[in-house]
Each structure stands twice: as C-alpha cells, then as structure tokens.
C-alpha cells in the first residue's frame, strides 16, 4: 500500500456512521454522496482526507486533464497511459464559478485558437472524489450545479453562445455545521445519504481519541505503521465489494417494505426508495454477501432518508428516530 498522508482511517474512533456512508459510497457511486452535518472538532474533515488513503488507483491516459478512462477510447494504444490514485479534490468555500467549471477565452477563440477553455476543479475531480466542506455556506447557485454534475456526469459550461462539455463523474461529500445554516430542502434530498455526527460524550472514548492524535503528532511514520495492516483490509475489502455489488440481490417483499416506509414517511419521489436500496446491496457486499439481510436495511436506511422527511417544528421526535421507529414496525413487528 502507498504511504499514508492523511490520519489513518482505521484510526478514527467514535464515528462509525459517517465512515460507513463514506465507504458504501466508494462501493456505489450511484448512491448518490453524502451529507455530513455536525459539531464543530468532531473530526468530518479528518475522516474524510482519511478517506483518500483508501482508494484505489485507476488507469488514465496521462496529462490528460478530465483524467480520461483508455478503456472507453477507440484508439487507446495512440496514448500514453498512467496509473493514478483516485483524485480527490477539495473545493476551497470562496471558489468562483469559473474556478468550479472551468473557463472559456473568448480572445482565444475568437482568434482561431485552439487553448479555448481552461478546465476548473470539476474536471480534476472528473472519476473520483469532490469534497465541500462547509458546504451549506456555498453560494445555492454553486451547490447546485455541483450536484447537477455530479448527477448527470457532466459539466458544461457556457459563454456567450459558446458551449464546451466534458465528463465530470464523481462523488460529491459535503460536510458542515448545523449551527451555520441548513441547506435547502431542495438540494439536501439530491444528496443520496446524509450523516448527522456529534460530539462524543464517553469520557473513555474521548481520552483515547485524545491519546491516539498526541501519538500520531509524536511520530506519524509510527503511527502509519501501526495501521498499514488494518488499512490495507479496509482498502481490499471495498475493492472485493465493488466488484461482488453487480452480483447482490434484495428481497421483492424487502423492497416493498422500504417503499412503504417512504411512503408513509411522506418522501417525495423515488429518490429516497432508489437509494435506501443501493445502500442496502453496498453494505451487504461490503461484508462479502450477495444477499441484502434485514441487517443491511436496518443500518443504513436512515442515512438515506432522514433527510428527506418534511420538518415539523412541533415534532418532538427526531427524524432519524421516525425513520428506525417505522423501520421496526413494518420490517419487524408485522411479521411477529
């Protein structure tokens, strides 16, 4: 395994839901990103440059800047080819559109030039990972033409009656704190999952967080070592349940459940169906099965639709609680 820069992901203690949205993700991109809202100094930004160690390489034809896959050119052995790991791109808050999509010279074309666009961060984030952070203080407009790209596959830019597209897949983490503000509702359910992380209250917990971080600060080449083993397996097991996912098969009955409980729920769309079940085969290929048990549902149907219930502020209940209250009675109660 390469060495590691950022804090060894299997180091993280204390936050098992947002690691474990982050990893189904990698397994399936289509789930669609996540969402990752919490306390300030609860560790989103750590474990998600954490995240990074764990991808894997991937093959493109070299200083190409869309990092194009050779598999899908016609004439691939005309290029020269490289093996990169995954990119992962970090959008700084105060980035301008142009910065984000790339940028048209209109002098160059208008000259015949053919330098005419100067690519932005969606194109180097194109087949990897883009990561907001503080994402909910992002200008709307900005959200969502990143979550327009990073749904369709495509960027494409415009300028005075010039248009130039190119690929721009990739999964989409945004993180930030609820105190700052909330996203829209309209833009909060295009996210496929959303974690809610808070402050670690077990003062156990919290003294081995503590000593974990002064020992990696003492000598981090150590403290990579420590780990290279436990991160190695995170690593080989997305690997095995990326290529085992094609093969994962849900219940018709499981199914129907998860679209009753949306539908109770009152959820607008398929969106949240869609994704409680994607999650559901990730997860189950993740633990190296080709069958969705009740487990799977159970742990992740809340990152997956929490998020897109209707806020009552007379609702004493949480929205994840409503989620898992629902989930008992019609996945378990019902068939007592």
Same mark, same amino acid.
């Given at each position: ?31 669609? +990103? ?5 306390? $300030? &100094? ?5 474990? =998600?440059?954490? !995240?990074? %160690?764990? #991808? ?63 690519? +932005? ?5 194109? $087949? &990897? ?5 503080? =994402?909910?203080? !992002?200008? %709307?407009? #900005? ?194």
């Amino acid at each position: 395994m390469k060495a590691l820069k950022n804090f060894p992901f299997a180091a993280i203690l204390g936050q098992e839901e947002m690691k474990l949205a982050l990893q189904l993700n990698v397994i399936d991109p289509k789930i669609g +990103g996540v969402m990752i809202m919490g306390d $300030r &100094g609860t560790g989103k930004s750590t474990t =998600i440059r954490a !995240l990074a %160690d764990l #991808l894997p390489e991937i093959k493109v034809v070299k200083n190409d800047p869309f990092n194009a896959d050779p598999s899908l050119l016609q004439n691939p052995d005309e290029y020269e080819i490289e093996s990169i790991q995954i990119p992962m791109v970090e959008l700084p808050l105060g980035a301008t559109e142009d910065r984000v999509c790339g940028s048209i010279n209109l002098k160059e074309v208008l000259a015949g030039g053919t330098n005419s666009f100067e690519p +932005g961060l969606l194109a180097r984030a194109n $087949r &990897g990972l883009l990561y907001v952070d503080e =994402i909910n203080l !992002l200008d %709307d407009h #900005l959200v969502d033409v990143l979550l327009d790209s990073a749904a369709s596959g495509w960027n494409t830019v415009e300028r005075e009656g010039i248009s130039i597209k190119h690929p721009a897949k990739f999964i989409l983490v945004g993180s930030g704190n609820p105190e700052e503000g909330e996203l829209r509702p309209q833009l909060l359910d295009r996210f496929g999952m959303h974690a809610e992380i808070r402050t670690i209250r077990e003062p156990e917990i919290r003294v081995r967080i503590v000593e974990e971080r002064i020992s990696f600060d003492k000598n981090p080449k150590a403290w990579f070592q420590k780990y290279s083993n436990q991160q190695l397996e995170i690593q080989e097991r997305l690997l095995t349940a990326q290529q085992l996912l094609p093969n994962v098969n849900i219940k018709e009955d499981y199914q129907f459940k998860i679209s009753r409980i949306c539908s109770e729920l009152g959820i607008e769309g398929l969106r949240g169906d869609l994704v409680a079940i994607r999650a559901a085969k990730a997860l189950a290929a993740f633990e190296k099965r080709t069958e969705v048990e009740l487990k799977d549902i159970q742990r992740t149907i809340s990152l997956c639709l929490r998020h897109r219930l209707r806020k009552d502020p007379m609702e004493s209940l949480g929205s994840g609680e409503k989620v898992e209250n629902l989930f008992e009675k019609i996945f378990i109660n019902e068939n007592i």
